[in-house]
């Protein structure tokens, strides 16, 4: 090859080199803009679905006042009218307080389910009887077993077997598997609860198990997920509560499986960490004596911005003999503990802006008699320091009913409580 020739092959090299290299540039601009545009489009998807979840954990906590009040205001009504209404008027009574339980129980799963993906249930575990609280579910929903003819037993190996779990975790998880036992068993069918020890394993074991519809094998799998619903099974309902069972066993260190069999029933079975035998510290639940009028005698004053929650609340407090001051602003809250001494006082949003936390700690500050109770009524759990910065004795988390409230009330010394 003479030098012209390999000049002019050098050349050519030269060029076809510099066409790659800028091939090569284009491309890689080409890639590093496409990948920033599939960030930005990632990131506005988190985005919109951030603010979707924020938007829909907003709701479902507005829609605990009109709960509220929904609730209360029916207990209020059977309280006072009791056996003297109709037959056909206490079965709507009744229907009320039902649908509105159900709506409370959907509402809590969602937003449960919500803390959960946002990591923010801190479960707070104690020694505590399985047998117990199993049978206090079960007493719960006797009337929902009753009017479908079916037969719910419970039976334990061992009567003081203990799980080292939140208490409040695991009876939502025993409350969630009972509940769809009942609601998927046909009428005169069977549901069994049963307790067992898996020595030597470190795990206590419950099981349900029903002779309800079954389940596909292909949909097992996707039981657990809230955002997958069966095709083939009838009302298979949203999934949440099953969802929310998953996380609140994992959470506490268990496992939780499922044996089904389409036309004869299924099996859930949960496994969670035994607790020692001789435990220092037990929770002592509190058997209210509810019967008659428990408050007799003692002044509440109810302060919250929604008309129909404290009227609701203010109901039930009043039927159960107490007297009840309403207000909804916090400068008529403290006005009113000059001209009156309360026993206790439950505190929520006001009209002129100030949020429970701050609204405890003024009116805690205006106090001169100590001995008044503050229960803080919250969307969502207050945690100590919380609990602290507010200077109030306890909180009690809405959507309120019966229940809660005189659970709260005796806890706080405001009713007589057994232990």
Avoid at 133 to 158: H, N, Y
Wanted: hydrophobic share 40%; net charge neutral.
């Amino acid at each position: 090859m003479g030098p012209l020739a390999f000049s002019t092959l050098a050349f050519l090299s030269l060029i076809a080199a510099g066409i790659a290299l800028r091939r090569a540039w284009c491309d890689r601009r080409s890639y590093q803009q496409n990948l920033e545009d599939l960030h930005r489009l990632v990131s506005e998807a988190e985005k919109s679905l951030r603010q979707r979840g924020e938007l829909a954990n907003e709701i479902a906590h507005e829609i605990k006042n009109p709960i509220t009040a929904i609730l209360c205001s029916a207990e209020t009504l059977e309280l006072i009218l009791g056996k003297g209404l109709a037959e056909e008027h206490r079965k709507t009574l009744r229907y009320i307080k039902e649908y509105g339980d159900q709506l409370l129980r959907l509402v809590s799963d969602f937003i449960d389910l919500s803390r959960s993906e946002s990591g923010k249930i801190e479960p707070q575990p104690e020694s505590i009887k399985i047998l117990p609280c199993v049978q206090s579910i079960v007493g719960l929903l006797e009337s929902s077993a009753i009017r479908k003819k079916l037969k719910v037993e419970v039976f334990a190996t061992m009567e003081d077997l203990r799980a080292t779990i939140d208490p409040k975790h695991l009876k939502q998880i025993v409350f969630n598997l009972v509940h769809n036992a009942i609601k998927f068993t046909p009428l005169g069918g069977q549901v069994k609860i049963i307790i067992s020890n898996t020595f030597p394993k470190p795990f206590a074991k419950i099981e349900v198990q029903d002779t309800g519809c079954g389940i596909p094998a292909a949909e097992v799998e996707d039981l657990f997920n809230p955002y997958q619903r069966g095709r083939d099974t009838i009302d298979t309902g949203t999934g949440l509560g099953l969802a929310l069972t998953r996380t609140l066993v994992e959470l506490a260190g268990g496992e939780i499986r499922v044996e089904s069999k389409v036309g004869v029933g299924s099996s859930f079975q949960i496994s969670i960490p035994r607790a020692q035998e001789h435990p220092r510290a037990v929770s002592a639940a509190l058997e209210l004596k509810s019967v008659g009028r428990p408050l007799e005698g003692q002044r509440f004053l109810v302060v919250d911005r929604d008309e129909g929650a404290s009227a609701g609340v203010a109901g039930l407090l009043r039927a159960w003999g107490g007297a009840v001051d309403q207000v909804d602003l916090a400068t008529k809250a403290v006005r009113a503990l000059t001209e009156e001494k309360y026993d206790a006082i439950l505190v929520d949003q006001t009209r002129d802006g100030l949020g429970p936390i701050q609204l405890s700690r003024l009116l805690r500050g205006e106090m001169k008699d100590s001995s008044t109770t503050i229960v803080v009524a919250s969307s969502t759990p207050l945690d100590q320091a919380e609990l602290t910065q507010s200077k109030a004795d306890c909180a009690i988390e809405k959507p309120l009913n019966g229940n809660t409230i005189l659970t709260t009330l005796g806890k706080a010394g405001r009713l007589p409580v057994t232990h």
